[in-house]
T-cell receptor, first 114, second 114 residues
Framework: EAQVTQNPRYLITVTGKKLTVTCSQN?????MSWYRQDPGLGLRQIYY???????DKGDVPEGYKVSRKEKRNFPLILESPSPNQTSLYFC?????????????FGQGTRLTVV | AQSVTQPDIHITVSEGASLELRCNYS??????LFWYVQSPGQGLQLLLK??????LVQGIKGFEAEFKRSQSSFNLRKPSVHWSDAAEYFC????????????FGAGTRLAVHP
């Protein structure tokens, strides 16, 4: 079954404690991205990757890092989380450069930073 | 700047009533257009998409959407709403040269009364 898997689904952490949210896809997609969802703002792109070792900032990259060492994995790293990063996070993957393709989304990770 | 607007934050309809969710975009050319649905605690599921051709597109779960170039709109419709349609709906666009980036509207939360 084609899927994007995020872990954990729920996370409560304290300010400043480094954390990583993992994302893995089994569709051999080149393009992967991270979004955060906040009420009234929809989904905003944090970072994206067009292939292995190719990453770039999205619209709201401050406070986040990513890496793409393997095609299937695209972890999101918060080196020093702050309360304003409390949000619902989604990972997505998509076949790069092809028309008529859809993005597949993970189930989401609800992060609370206290 | 490219943007997507969903004017209605909340909509409430009665079960069996018709539904129309509005979406407008700001862009000089025709983008690729999508509607996603997010059920409580779930990820995003693609309802339908428009790339080219017939401006009335059919999707899953009985939804359809019509692209109107003159109005820069891509409104989502359903002739008879079911209680299970209660969810949040997101319009998204991809602009040419956008490197597969999706830009989302703020979302419309649909409530269905029995």
């Amino acid at each position: 079954e084609a899927q994007v898997t995020q872990n954990p689904r729920y996370l409560i952490t304290v300010t400043g404690k480094k954390l990583t949210v993992t994302c893995s896809q089994n569709m051999n997609h080149e393009y992967m991205s991270w979004y955060r969802q906040d009420p009234g703002l929809g989904l905003r792109q944090i970072y994206y990757s067009m292939n292995v070792e190719v990453t770039d900032k999205g619209d709201v990259p401050e406070g986040y890092k990513v890496s793409r060492k393997e095609k299937r994995n695209f972890p999101l790293i918060l080196e020093s989380p702050s309360p304003n990063q409390t949000s619902l996070y989604f990972c997505a993957s998509r076949k790069q450069g092809a028309l008529n393709t859809e993005a597949f989304f993970g189930q989401g990770t609800r992060l609370t930073v206290v | 700047a490219q943007s997507v607007t969903q004017p209605d934050i909340h909509i409430t309809v009665s079960e069996g009533a018709s539904l129309e969710l509005r979406c407008n975009y700001s862009y000089g050319a025709t983008p690729y257009l999508f509607w996603y649905v997010q059920s409580p605690g779930q990820g995003l599921q693609l309802l339908l998409k428009y790339f080219s051709g017939d401006t009335l597109v059919q999707g899953i779960k009985g939804f359809e959407a019509e692209f109107k170039r003159s109005q820069s709109s891509f409104n989502l419709r359903k002739p008879s709403v079911h209680w299970s349609d209660a969810a949040e709906y997101f319009c998204a666009v991809e602009f040419s040269g956008g490197y597969n980036k999706l830009i989302f509207g703020a979302g419309t939360r649909l409530a269905v009364h029995p």
